[in-house]
T-cell receptor, first 112, second 117 residues
């Protein structure tokens, strides 16, 4: 099955700076890569996703890049704000499966 | 659209009792639902995939006789934790597979916090 690794496990950045979280996956058949934001005790919220037919996708301050050759994808948050503080999970899904494989999570803290 | 609810949102029970958690897709039909367990400061661990009208598919290490899953309709899946013990205390989250545009997507429920005394 798929194995997703996520780094770093914790990340603190100054408000206004950028944050980058990286994930690698093992199965080259994976073709869908969502990112979720989870606040304490709440459900994971999809914030952005990318499919293997594109290399980059952007939505306002959030962007995701995908390198299929290297089998890694990254979340980029620019102009960080205190409300960006949360745990972020990457995930991967491969063609033919309908379940997601989650990374271990990154606790992002924005320092005012 | 694509709202998933869970009930109850939290439950406290005594060791040895059974607890049922419901997962409902409110505005769409879901042939497939998923059950996850999340321990504090850890990731979501898939327990089982629930398919409407058929038996659930359990992940390795998850006891099917302890975690009973029933997906009797296209909008409801239930997870019953039988003979619960303190080590079963966790945050249980379901998701339902729906569509967004031309793609499938998982929509998550708000979770159920189970505490077994």
């Amino acid at each position: 099955g798929e194995n997703v690794e996520q780094h770093p496990s914790t990340l603190s950045v100054q408000e206004g700076d950028s944050a980058v979280i990286k994930c690698t996956y093992s199965d080259s058949a994976s073709n869908y890569f969502p990112w979720y934001k989870q606040e304490l005790g709440k459900r994971p919220q999809l914030i952005i996703d990318i499919r293997s037919n594109v290399g980059e996708k952007k939505d306002q301050r959030i962007a995701v890049t995908l390198n299929k050759t290297a089998k890694h994808f990254s979340l980029h948050i620019t102009e960080t704000q205190p409300e960006d503080s949360a745990v972020y999970f990457c995930a991967a899904k491969y063609s033919g499966a309908n379940n997601l494989f989650f990374g271990t999570g990154t606790r992002l803290t924005i320092i005012p | 659209g694509a709202v998933v609810s869970q009930h109850p949102s939290w439950v406290i029970c005594k060791s040895g009792t059974s607890v049922k958690i419901e997962c409902r897709s409110l505005d769409f039909q879901a042939t497939t639902m998923f059950w996850y367990r999340q321990f504090p400061k850890q990731s979501l661990m898939l327990m089982a995939t629930s398919n409407e009208g058929s038996k659930a598919t359990y992940e390795q290490g998850v006891e099917k006789d302890k975690f009973l899953i029933n997906h009797a309709s296209l909008t409801l899946s239930t997870l019953t934790v039988t003979s619960a013990h303190p080590e079963d205390s966790s945050f249980y989250i379901c998701s339902a597979e729906g569509t967004r545009g031309s793609y499938n997507e998982q929509f998550f429920g708000p979770g159920t916090r189970l505490t077994v005394l």
